[in-house]
């Protein structure tokens, strides 16, 4: 099995209250990088950032290498925008960050991204693909694309309260900014990114198209950023047989929602969920409280876990944690704190895209 | 244990007899893009050549791929100078392909490719690494370096009859051209790279240097371009334990000298031999009859074979050359056919740099 991690950033991840994908938001175009660093070496390496959220909470890309130590699996980073340095290996695609979907233009050269990575794709000798993502902001683009080609899912976040009037409002900027509305991209995919979606949309779409046409079978590894794409892939015209694979956590916070997603776009579903609440660790705790929920892969990865080798997941879990420095209980370093001052309100607003 | 692949190119390797890495000149500087492909993936996949010999022997990168393939390892590739596309992921340390060292500079930026590949070198996290390199004409910018410090060791080839005076010729005139003479850098490793090297050289022996500071174990993993490498780190000062892990056909090549090179150096050697006598298959009666010899880490990734699973190695190498077209039996398509018209003149020749 090879999970593919398409990493990049879009600049709609600044605007203020869209994001827990780095603390502050100056460290935010950061995290990616950092995240495949994880990912590819079990720690940051070359990034001057450890992702966590504004509470302590580590990035999902802690719980994809805790998988990976227990379950090895090859991983490709493609770099899908990057905004900053990284130390891991990066397939080279020649994709840059994407702008702030405000913007008349989301991201420039959206048909040549997704040509390229069609041919990426279509070139794997691989039976089969996970397909990850790491890109602050991505819910937020995802809901752009979703609302631009008129599909009503609703899309979740990686703060425990969803910020999904603020996610609307942007859109809605976005979309009027590029001379559209809700649905007005509808059968024009690329278009729709183009106009207000995200480097790493393009990339993973082009990636799974390609593989696809190849007879690789793909599972897009994410919640409600891969609804995002499976309908880009669809409106694109690709009927293959088509999985996700994400969290209990976005589930939970996404009710029936996720599965109707699925079921109008004919993508089978993958929830796993890894137990986090039968220990008392405190990233785990706040994985079940709703922060992070999933990215770089995590669903992915868990559903590759055997039942009997979830434990050692989470013991690697652990373990990531504190390579990490974030220990379960307050010592002091101020990354890991465990006083329960969560905001743990992880029930589902209204979300869905108008 | 992690391997770590410095990829890269250097426009000396376009000069006429010097290097048997890929069929034609044309496509020899798709090689390296290609072998990191077998790597990664099993296969090329982007890359339009399949690295082979003149006469149809694969590339290492397919015995470092099997031994991949039976003892699972981690590899990061890094971008040391590719001067085509490649599928592979590699960390981007921004390092361009080399020139021909008979120009005046040979590598501009050699100092800063150094500084960065340090930094690289020592940001990872593990305790031990192998460094290995894939660079067409590598061994005669190695004798450049070498001889450029002075130090009397000789250089392999890929090719069967090593073609030294030719790499000679071509390092005299390099000094020249670079105002340098035998010896005449010595103390000054990195302008002897910069003069007479490639920019792999410079890649490798910064992350070396950089692991050692970090106290990581390092392993140079290749031949008499390693001998050049660890040549360069002892000129700069680095006294660190080092070893280096190379084939045995580099070492029936090089008789004693190599030997002799490594004691100098005060550096450990491990010579490993992959049996390939035993079998019939044509792909190892080319390594057997001093083809291609080394390079893709290939001999350090078969120091890592423990005796009882190297028959399953061989195994693997001969369904990696079965998937690179590559059969053993004359199938008619050309890539690799089983008569003996090899020049199997594999004995060593005088090679030693003055």
């Known amino acids: 099995m090879r999970v593919i991690l398409p990493a990049g950033t879009t600049e709609t991840a600044l605007i203020d209250g869209i994001s827990a994908a780095g603390a502050s938001p100056d460290l935010m175009e950061h995290t990616p990088s950092a995240d495949v660093e994880i990912l590819a070496y079990g720690?940051?390496?070359?990034?001057?950032?450890?992702?966590?959220?504004?509470?302590?909470?580590?990035?999902?890309?802690?719980?994809?290498?805790?998988?990976?130590e227990v379950i090895d699996f090859d991983v490709s980073v493609v770099d899908a925008g990057l905004a900053q340095p990284t130390g891991a290996p990066t397939v080279g695609l020649g994709v840059e960050p994407g702008a702030d979907i405000r913007n008349t233009v989301a991201v420039p050269d959206a048909q040549a991204i997704f040509d390229r990575a069609h041919a990426y794709g279509a070139s794997l000798p691989d039976?089969?693909?996970?397909?990850?993502?790491?890109?602050p902001g991505g819910t937020t683009t995802a809901l752009g694309v979703l609302t631009a080609l008129g599909e009503p899912a609703g899309v979740s976040s990686s703060l425990p309260k969803n910020p999904i009037e603020r996610k609307r409002q942007v859109v809605d900027e976005a979309l009027t900014a590029s001379g559209g509305s809700a649905g007005s991209f509808d059968g024009r995919p690329i278009e729709a990114i183009h106009a207000v979606g995200d480097?790493?949309?393009?990339?993973?779409?082009?990636?799974?198209a390609g593989a696809l046409e190849s007879g690789i079978d793909v599972t897009l590894a994410g919640g409600t950023q891969m609804v995002a794409v499976a309908t880009v892939l669809r409106h694109a015209g690709v009927d293959a047989p088509l999985s996700i694979?994400?969290?209990?956590?976005?589930?939970?916070?996404?009710?029936?929602?996720?599965?109707?997603?699925?079921?109008?776009?004919?993508?089978?579903?993958?929830?796993?969920?890894?137990?986090?609440?039968?220990r008392e660790h405190v990233s785990m705790a706040r994985y079940c409280a709703g922060v992070a929920k999933e990215g770089v892969a995590m669903g992915g990865a868990l559903s590759l876990v055997p039942?009997?080798?979830m434990e050692a997941v989470l013991d690697r879990f652990e373990a990531v944690c504190g390579r990490l420095g974030i220990e379960d209980e307050d010592d002091g370093n101020g990354s890991g704190?465990?006083?329960?001052?969560?905001?743990?309100?992880s029930s589902p607003e209204d979300d869905r895209a108008p």
Request: charged content about 20%.
């Open 127 to 135: 039976d089969e693909l996970l397909v990850g993502e790491t890109v």
């Open 307 to 309: 039942d009997d080798r």
């Open 43 to 68: 720690k940051p390496t070359m990034a001057p950032v450890t992702p966590v959220s504004p509470n302590g909470c580590p990035t999902p890309a802690a719980v994809t290498r805790a998988v990976r």
């Open 199 to 208: 480097p790493v949309q393009a990339t993973v779409a082009g990636i799974a």
């Open 245 to 278: 694979a994400t969290t209990s956590f976005v589930d939970r916070e996404q009710g029936d929602r996720l599965g109707e997603a699925c079921y109008r776009l004919n993508c089978a579903l993958t929830v796993t969920d890894p137990g986090f609440d039968a």
């Open 337 to 345: 704190n465990g006083n329960a001052d969560d905001p743990a309100n």
